[in-house]
């Protein structure tokens, strides 16, 4: 049982690249989200998706999409990306029943120069 | 909107001693829930202890327990007999359920160091 896998777990890309973070959950939880890390700050939610073929903005989604793939993956995408995107991301899943925690994968670093 | 306010970010305890960590949210909701993380060098992020809003019964966890006052809007972690692997990132988070997601709001951490 792998939990929440992330990849890749290090990226670097300039200015105006393109690159799609992957996620994937086999806990067979119905909620994803995806979240940044700045220094110094909590993780703060890009975008979610309650369930398959659902996915809502969360407070910083300036610059991302996301595809809810199906149940068991949730990729995050920079279209064209930003020195102001350099962050850690993490992805996480819940299940709608029960204790409500949210289970977080190992993360992404990703520089942007 | 809710906030979730750490106002502490470092502190430092020595081993084997009880450490407190503070946290408070502003919120208008009266069912929610409340969590405690940890965040090691590792960079995972772990859950240590969870609280339902509508339990008075504060929540324990091994060595874990909190401090919730509802009306204060006060959710303290306390970490007894503490240990060098509770070196540490800790973040507060708040969650009121929304429809069928639930999305965690994020203090901006305390970092706490145990001394050997």
């Known amino acids: 049982n792998a939990g929440v896998t992330q990849t890749p777990k290090f990226q670097v890309l300039k200015t105006g690249q393109s690159m799609t973070l992957q996620c994937a959950q086999d806990?067979?939880?119905?909620?994803m989200y995806w979240y940044r890390q700045d220094p110094g700050m909590g993780l703060r939610l890009i975008y979610y998706?309650?369930?398959?073929?659902?996915?809502d903005k969360g407070e910083v989604p300036n610059g991302y999409n996301v595809s809810r793939l199906n149940k068991r993956e949730f990729s995050l995408r920079l279209e064209s990306a930003a020195p102001s995107q350099t962050s850690v991301y993490f992805c996480?899943?819940?299940?709608?029943?029960?204790?409500?925690?949210?289970?977080f994968g190992p993360g992404t670093r990703l520089t942007v120069t | 909107a809710q906030t979730v306010t750490q106002s502490q970010p470092e502190m430092s305890v020595q081993e084997a001693e009880t450490v407190t960590l503070s946290c408070t949210y502003d919120?208008?909701?009266?069912?929610?829930?409340l969590f405690w993380y940890k965040q090691p060098p590792s960079r995972q992020m772990i859950l240590v202890i969870r609280?339902?809003?509508?339990?008075?019964q504060n929540a324990t966890e091994n060595r874990f327990s909190v401090n919730f006052q509802k009306a204060a809007k006060s959710f303290s972690l306390k970490i007894s007999d503490s240990q060098l692997g509770d070196t540490a990132m800790y973040f507060c988070?708040?969650?009121?359920?929304?429809?069928?997601?639930?999305?965690?709001?994020f203090g901006s951490g305390t970092r706490l160091l145990v001394r050997p």
């Open positions: 806990m067979n939880h119905n909620s």
């Open positions: 998706s309650a369930s398959e073929g659902t996915t």
């Open positions: 919120t208008s909701e009266n069912n929610y829930y």
């Open positions: 996480a899943s819940s299940e709608w029943e029960g204790g409500r925690e949210q289970y």
């Open positions: 609280q339902e809003a509508y339990k008075q």
């Open positions: 988070a708040f969650m009121k359920p929304m429809d069928s997601s639930y999305k965690l709001i």
